[in-house]
């Protein structure tokens, strides 16, 4: 078999040159699978495919659900006569086979390589709405397509996705981000306004385009300040292989903590130095406040006995870190965000904001303790997202009802009454040496200059400070604290983005950003700390460290775990793990601890790493990784069609900014319009 490999990428290889595709640097070879040439060229045009073969290669996909959302029909007719879809309920570990033993699975170099798929398109409208979720309305909504959660948008592996997303609200713009998606070579497609691009302005829209290296589940949300939390997010499934089987899908499990107020309203609460409370627990967007919310109505699964279901878990909260469990029921993990990983059996899972996990469920409850079934085949179990102690902050005495969902067997209407599991709820990830990679990275090691500034160099520092304003800054911000990691807190201006401004001197950018000017594909590491070694002052004199924990996202890529520490930072205890390590998107800063983290140049661009609790993102908890500024330059200046929507975006929002009457307080002017970092 790998003989057989080795020969089809030596035949890609040839057909590439073959076709004269450039190969010098200005583009990137697709290859007629849609593949990309192995050499560091930064540009990913869509070429055209040949044309479909008379036999078209139509299915469903086995991991989709029946519940939610239309149908779709993965569809690689390009792929040529003799290929078949091969995932089977005994092997989901096979996606498709050609017909001389070709195949994409889940050995396939996903970052690398990825079958051809077909085009899909989306339209989201983002209007106002009122949303009761949980028995109390919510005047304040803001939703994709009139829905709550937004429609389940659907993708199979290799697939090009455009979605369409037009902008009716009255006071906001808005700019969606795809959380999770490499987005590799098109850093203008990531939805992150004042980074990647302007706000989409009331009345405008915006069409975002990128392809699917990856598969798995993820969301996708608004990155306008704290819109998503006033209801601007929906599950995004990227069709594949799994590194484990199962007999039926579930459609995406969003848990969520809940407000009957904006967000936006809470935040002042957060800038006064008291983080707000939330009120309630959703479960796919629907939940109990005080026993009342939908008449008690939960969520709902039904199993058939012996079967295994595959959920995909997504936590869209805005402050909280849940505890995922299924009384009487083991979970089998099989990915950790778009990572697949080698399967790993548990009672329960921590799904940090942002983070996403495939579980497997088989039907077969048991007792506590021991292996014996429960016979009883019309029983009822309850479903728990269980907040973790200290990174969650409620009303209702500290902790609303955790029990928001029910599984039952034979449909049975039986309420539940199962007892919890003794489980774990500290704040925290799952544990490291279970998030094995299934397809490995090892890691460079830092040599002896990098690895010396990484020990001594202090590192990124998570803190609070008083921010003396810079240029633009509102001064109604003064009087506030932030969140900060960088030299200052983040703030943007929406109508100034980062990626206008790629052909400037890069030593010329504030400190809020990173600049990484690394040689293509080479390694980035970096140290984040949530409180510096005790008695040693940090970088700025005036910050103040406070004991919380932080999930970190990064954008356009998954990055390496080297270590993630709850002990304070110092160069005695920085013991990194450079062999296939934890990776994913989104990682838990631990209270008073650290992480050592590495990705790889190999994505120009202008990318957030920031906090993924909303209150701290809002704060200034962020940063911007500027990435080979020339190479992602070269990439706009080769896509006419992406930087003259760049250009019609910022021109509309400007137009849009220039009059105060369409602010919510006109009467404040631009001066109170913004009083947040802008993401």
Not at 265 to 272: A, C, R, S, T, V
Not at 543 to 553: I, L, N, Q, S, T
Not at 616 to 630: F, N, Y
Not at 670 to 676: A, H, K, N, R
Request: glycine residues 8%; contains cysteine.
């Amino acid at each position: 078999m790998k003989l057989v490999k080795e020969c089809w990428l030596a035949l890609l290889d040839a057909f590439n040159a073959l076709t004269g595709t450039p190969t010098d640097g200005t583009q990137q070879s697709l290859g007629f699978l849609g593949w990309p040439g192995r050499g560091h060229i930064p540009h990913v045009p869509h070429y055209p495919l040949p044309p479909k073969k008379k036999n078209p290669l139509v299915f469903k996909p086995p991991s989709q659900g029946e519940s939610r959302g239309d149908s779709i029909e993965c569809d690689y007719s390009h792929l040529g006569d003799g290929w078949s879809p091969c995932s089977t309920a005994e092997d989901r570990g096979c996606w498709l086979k050609g017909p001389s033993g070709e195949k994409f699975d889940i050995d396939t170099d996903y970052e690398n390589y990825a079958p051809p798929g077909t085009t899909r398109k989306y339209v989201l409208d983002v209007d106002s709405m009122d949303i009761n979720a949980d028995g109390v309305n919510n005047k304040w909504g803001k939703v994709f397509n009139k829905q709550y959660p937004g429609p389940w948008i659907q993708a199979c592996w290799g697939d090009e996705v455009e979605i369409t997303i037009r902008n009716h609200l009255p006071y906001n713009g808005t700019s969606i981000h795809w959380h999770g998606i490499r987005m590799l070579n098109t850093t203008e497609m990531d939805g992150v306004n004042a980074v990647s691009q302007c706000p989409i302005a009331p009345g405008d829209e915006f069409t975002y385009k990128f392809k699917t290296w990856q598969y798995g589940t993820s969301w996708y949300h608004s990155h306008y300040s704290l819109q998503y939390g006033d209801g601007m997010l929906g599950p995004l499934t990227i069709h594949g292989p799994a590194t484990a089987s199962y007999d039926y899908p579930i459609d995406p499990v969003l848990m969520t903590d809940w407000n009957h107020r904006s967000a936006f309203m809470d935040f002042q609460i957060e800038l006064e130095g008291t983080p707000p409370k939330m009120d309630s627990i959703l479960l796919n967007g629907q939940g109990s406040y005080a026993s009342i919310g939908n008449g008690g109505n939960k969520y709902k699964l039904n199993f058939t006995y012996g079967k295994k279901y595959l959920l995909r878990l997504i936590n869209t909260s805005v402050d909280t870190t849940f505890v995922f469990a299924i009384d009487n029921h083991n979970l089998t993990v099989i990915t950790s965000d778009f990572v697949p990983i080698h399967p790993y059996s548990t009672d329960h899972v921590v799904v940090g904001i942002g983070q996403r996990y495939h579980v497997i469920v088989e039907g077969k409850p048991h007792q506590y303790n021991t292996d014996k079934p429960i016979e009883d085949r019309n029983k009822a179990f309850w479903i728990r997202t269980i907040p973790a102690d200290s990174c969650s902050n409620f009303l209702l005495g500290g902790k609303p009802d955790e029990r928001q969902g029910i599984l039952s067997y034979n449909d049975t209407e039986a309420i539940p009454t199962t007892e919890r599991a003794v489980v774990d709820t500290q704040c925290r990830d799952e544990p490291y040496e279970l998030l094995r990679p299934y397809l490995e990275w090892n890691i460079t090691k830092p040599n002896e200059k990098e690895t010396e500034e990484l020990i001594h160099e202090k590192p990124f520092e998570v803190g609070v400070e008083d921010p003396k304003p810079p240029d633009g800054r509102p001064f109604p911000c003064d009087r506030f604290s932030r969140w900060s990691m960088g030299r200052e807190p983040m703030f943007l201006n929406f109508s100034d983005p980062t990626i206008l401004h790629l052909r400037e001197d890069p030593t010329s950018f504030p400190d809020r950003k990173v600049v990484v000017n690394y040689p293509q594909d080479s390694w980035v590491y970096m140290v984040i700390t949530g409180m510096y070694q005790t008695g040693v002052k940090g970088k700025d004199a005036d910050r103040v460290f406070v004991p919380a924990a932080h999930p970190m996202h990064l954008h356009g890529h998954d990055y390496a775990l080297l270590q993630q520490s709850d002990k304070e930072y110092n160069h005695t205890n920085f013991k990194p793990n450079f062999f296939n390590p934890p990776r994913r998107d989104v990682v838990l800063l631990p209270a008073n601890g650290f992480i050592a983290i590495a990705f790889k140049a190999d994505n120009p661009g202008a990318w957030a790493f920031h906090c993924h609790i909303a209150w701290h993102a809002s704060s200034g908890l962020a940063i911007q990784v500027l990435e080979r500024a020339d190479a992602a330059q070269a990439l706009l200046d080769a896509n006419p069609e992406g930087r003259k929507q760049i250009n019609k975006t910022c021109e509309n929002w400007n137009k849009w900014f220039s009059n105060p009457e369409n602010f919510w307080h006109p009467e404040l002017g631009e001066i109170g319009f913004q009083d947040d970092s802008g993401v």
